[in-house]
């Protein structure tokens, strides 16, 4: 998806701190962090949102959640807790349209979410 400002930074093309990468997704730090740590992690097929997910491209989900799992376990920012969420449309606060998790640690998060 060429317009896509996602697909630009795992093609190399927007330039991105990269936090992890394999041949499924990519996990980089947010421009804009609201926590110590604030990544996002994006399979690196376009899928616009939530939305898109079907039984033929889910399994990249299992995936991102197992890594960011990993990742849990060997940065100390996280083990008091951690959030791992999706925006999925604009009045739920999604503003780009290639499906990604944020992945917040650091500090506590309130709940229900504003
Ligand atoms: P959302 O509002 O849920 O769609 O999240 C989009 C996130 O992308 C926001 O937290 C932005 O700060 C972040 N973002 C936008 N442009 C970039 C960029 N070039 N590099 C890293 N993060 C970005
Ligand atoms: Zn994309």
Redesign the pocket.
């Known amino acids: 998806m060429n317009d896509c400002?996602f697909c630009k930074?795992i093609a190399g093309e927007?330039p991105?701190t990269k936090i992890y990468e394999d041949d499924k997704i990519f996990i980089?730090?947010?421009?804009?962090p609201?926590a110590p740590v604030?990544w996002?992690a994006i399979p690196k097929t376009h899928i616009a949102s939530l939305k898109e997910v079907t039984a033929d491209n889910s399994e990249v989900i299992a995936h991102i959640y197992e890594v960011a799992a990993k990742l849990a376990a060997e940065h100390d920012e996280f083990k008091d807790g951690f959030r791992v969420v999706?925006?999925c449309g604009e009045s739920a606060?999604?503003?780009?349209f290639h499906l990604?998790f944020?992945i917040l640690a650091g500090r506590a998060f309130a709940w229900p979410a504003g």
């Not at 980089?28 to 804009?32: H, L, R, S, T």
């Not at 606060?93 to 780009?96: C, F, K, Y």
């Open positions: 400002l930074i927007i991105s980089f730090a947010d421009i804009a609201t604030h996002l999706t925006n606060g999604q503003s780009v990604h944020h």
